[in-house]
């Protein structure tokens, strides 16, 4: 079986759904009776009831396992359900870039990502990158230059900003990268570009840019 | 967030049946326009099918010298491509211009193609919107519409289409090619893949109902110099009020396409053919027909002085 299948919806959360699919298009698909003995055609509207899959990752090296409603996003799963709190929810819809992890090596917001659909998949979050004892390059610059006043984006701005040196690392253009063809730079102008999804509302950007060229410039 | 149910599909195919045969189902892929949509209900989907399983994550060159980019190729590796980047830089470009790295990680050449307008009638659900709930009304056309159409639009709607990508695609003359929930395949050429809203705004695309878009193509590539000029209200991370792509040959001749004024990714061959005798005449061609609301007239003078713009760096 392939890792794609291995995944389950409850029995009862699909028997509601399908009945109600069924009952529509006026098919016999899954149209049998439910666990419960009740009849397919009347349970209730699929918007009433919650269908839990189950969501399986590794979280900053440790395998995680468990069974969730769909709906879950994998920044309520981080927060909620693995207790996770160091990754922060702002907007909740992409554009403060607060919940900004790693999946896979690549930076994503949590926000817009169902947990059900990282199957497999390796997450790194601030927790993940350094200790109070032990920082992360990135962790340490933001305390010395102060790139921050109350830190609340200053997890997802030091997730992002790590992930914006590898980018350019590896090639990837920007909005402001000159030339195409030629290989890329880490300039005061590509950092700020690269961390737009990254809003701070106390405007902290001046200290957060020192902070990532000072780890740029020990990496060059 | 309604609750849905959610399977992974296994085959293209697979997807495009379970789609078909599942009442109100979506595909996922990155899911960064879809989940957004979903937790203001703008979206209710019952089923989810994930594709992200599919594969269809490649850049493959084709037998006429262009490229088959699959589906699923997020947004950053379809910029960061060299093939891509060395022979359609309008396409980098744009990618680049739109949205965050994060989501860019993120989102799929097929889902960018289907992104929903962000007209913000269509978000607020306590507004009328034709494209949200056919038959309410029109809540731009008497309001906030700044950034809405100025071309293309009927009395039902005047929302525009928000890709950036899209509109490097119409430049290009992309093919999307497509699977239908009967096993056949199709290929649609980008200038019939979006629709204008005319008195159906609901329906933004030529896809049928199951249909999955396998791969985009790009014919060989055509030279000379890439533009893609994104004007916006803020430096980054905006949409476009206007853009201009823009593919500017020595002899002056070329393409160019507009993004952020109409409903669907703004280009007319006819428009091209003015491109050596300068902005305004390409504007007056491209720009026929245009009805601006009293709050965006101001784009009918972008569109212009920003290809004007375009043409003064092409002679550079």
């Known amino acids: ?220 | 967030m309604r609750a849905f149910t959610y399977e992974r599909a296994e085959t293209p195919q697979q997807a495009a049946m379970a789609a078909a045969s599942t009442d109100h189902a979506r595909f996922i892929a990155g899911g960064t326009n879809l989940l957004d949509l979903m937790k203001i209900e703008v979206e209710t989907p019952a089923h989810l099918v994930d594709v992200n399983g599919l594969g269809l994550d490649t850049i493959e060159n084709t037998d006429d010298g262009g490229l088959r980019v699959g589906a699923l190729v997020r947004n950053t590796d379809l910029a960061a491509d060299p093939r891509v980047r060395r022979d359609y830089g309008v396409l980098s470009r744009a990618l680049v211009a739109g949205a965050s790295g994060q989501l860019r990680n993120k989102a799929t050449t097929g889902g960018n193609l289907l992104q929903r307008t962000r007209c913000p009638y269509f978000y607020d659900t306590n507004m009328p919107c034709n494209k949200r709930r056919p038959g309410t009304g029109c809540a731009a056309l008497e309001g906030f519409s700044r950034q809405l159409a100025i071309i293309g639009g009927s009395e039902h709607c005047i929302a525009t289409h928000p890709s950036d990508m899209a509109v490097a695609m119409r430049l290009l003359d992309a093919e999307v090619e497509t699977v239908l929930p009967n096993g056949n395949t199709r290929a649609i050429p980008i200038a019939d893949f979006h629709r204008l809203p005319g008195d159906t705004p609901q329906i933004d695309s030529a896809l049928i109902p199951g249909e999955f878009i396998t791969a985009v193509t790009l014919p060989r590539p055509l030279g000379g110099k890439h533009f893609y000029h994104k004007v916006r209200d803020r430096a980054s991370y905006a949409f476009a009020l206007v853009s201009v792509a823009a593919v500017i040959q020595p002899d002056g001749g070329g393409r160019v396409a507009l993004g952020g004024v109409a409903p669907k990714p703004w280009r007319r061959e006819d428009a091209d053919a003015a491109l050596p005798r300068g902005a305004k005449a390409v504007m007056a061609r491209l720009l026929d027909g245009a009805e601006p609301t009293h709050e965006n007239r101001f784009k009918v003078n972008l569109a212009e002085r920003t290809l004007a713009a375009v043409l003064a760096e092409a002679k550079e």
């Open chain 1, 1 to 220: 079986m392939s890792q794609h299948s291995r995944f389950k919806i409850t029995r009862r959360a699909l028997m509601i759904v399908g009945a109600a699919s069924a009952a529509s298009l006026g098919l016999p698909r899954l149209a049998t009776a439910g666990r419960d003995g009740e009849s397919p055609t009347s349970a209730p509207a699929a918007d009433d009831k919650a269908a839990t899959a189950e969501v399986a990752f590794t979280v900053n090296g440790v395998p995680r396992r468990f069974t969730a409603d769909t709906r879950l996003t994998l920044l309520d799963a981080l927060r909620e359900q693995l207790q996770l709190t160091g990754t922060k929810k702002g907007c909740d819809h992409g554009q403060c870039g607060a919940c900004t992890v790693m999946v896979n090596g690549r930076r994503v917001n949590a926000c817009l990502s169902l947990a059900v659909m990282h199957e497999g998949d390796e997450i790194t979050t601030v927790e993940g990158l350094g200790t109070p004892d032990n920082l992360d390059p990135m962790q340490a610059a933001f305390i010395e230059h102060d790139g921050y006043q109350c830190g609340y984006c200053t997890p997802g701005q030091i997730c992002s900003a790590k992930a914006t040196l590898e980018e350019i690392r590896a090639g990837v253009p920007s909005h402001v990268t000159a030339d195409l063809n030629a290989p890329m730079k880490v300039t005061p102008e590509e950092i700020r570009e690269r961390m737009s999804g990254n809003i701070c509302r106390c405007g902290a950007y001046a200290n957060i840019l020192d902070a990532v060229q000072d780890v740029a410039g020990g990496q060059s």
